[in-house]
Antibody, heavy 119, light 113 residues
Framework: QVQLQQSGPGLVKPSQTLSLTCAIS??????????WNWIRQSPSRGLEWLGR?????????DYAVSVKSRITINPDTSKNQFSLQLNSVTPEDMAVYFC?????????WGQGTLVTVSS | DIVMTQSPDSLAVSLGERATINCKSS????????????LAWYQQKPGQPPKLLIY???ARESGVPDRFSGSGSGTDFTLTVSSLQAGDVAVYYC?????????FGQGTNLEIK
């Protein structure tokens, strides 16, 4: 049974960096049959895929064009987790952020983190 | 980007009756290499993350009741709940994983009539 546990602050100041971590149990971030993703959900944008990291003999990343200049997703093999950094946040980045494992569909999800952008 | 459009936005069905939710993709999500449709369905209840119900358009995820079924191919897909139960009240989403960026439909709110 795969479990994803999210951690990180729920309040970020405008222009600052949003940082979240997703700890994996029951699978490996280095799995060659899964990708590790960040998704956010807001009333205005619905469910929006942000990016992924995955290992296929080497590490790869893919990012959504809408956030590509501001986002970094990194694996941490020593802790079996992956992280999200989103720079220069604005109120438009307010959302519930989820981490999720993808195989054929997103079959495991973190619990979600409500991120508020406010000074 | 592939745009996913669901219909209806909201649906009220009596307990024990059938609920049908439609999803249309702006381009085909059928991959010729394996003849599979890269289409998934999710159920989301308030305060919870989405839960995978169906993948490859018609394969039921482990543990999902068999009253949930998926069908369709190419650009047109359907999620059917054959006999609605009170616990099925939720928002349902389709999602394509044919190409990046992965995209979701806007959601269909399923309620009890």
């Amino acid at each position: 049974q795969v479990q994803l546990q999210q951690s990180g602050p729920g309040l970020v100041k405008p222009s600052q960096t949003l940082s979240l971590t997703c700890a994996i149990s029951g699978d490996s971030v280095s799995s060659d049959s899964a990708t590790w993703n960040w998704i956010r959900q807001s009333p205005s944008r619905g469910l929006e895929w942000l990016g992924r990291t995955y290992y296929r003999s080497k590490w790869y990343n893919d990012y959504a064009v809408s956030v590509k200049s501001r986002i970094t997703i990194n694996p941490d093999t020593s802790k079996n987790q992956f992280s999200l950094q989103l720079n220069s946040v604005t109120p438009e980045d307010m959302a519930v952020y989820f981490c999720a494992r993808h195989q054929s569909g997103f079959n495991s999800w973190g619990q979600g983190t409500l991120v508020t952008v406010s000074s | 980007d592939i745009v996913m459009t669901q219909s209806p936005d909201s649906l009220a069905v009596s307990l024990g009756e059938r609920a049908t939710i439609n999803c249309k993709s702006s381009q085909s999500v059928l991959h010729s290499s394996n003849n599979r449709n890269f289409l998934a369905w999710y159920q989301q209840k308030p305060g919870q993350p989405p839960k995978l119900l169906i993948y490859w358009a018609s394969a039921r995820e482990s543990g999902v009741p068999d009253r949930f079924s998926g069908s369709g191919s190419g650009t047109d897909f359907t999620l059917t709940v054959s006999s609605l139960q009170a616990g099925d009240v939720a928002v349902y989403y389709c999602q394509q994983y044919y190409s990046h960026p992965y995209t979701f439909g806007q959601g269909t709110n399923l309620e009890i009539k």
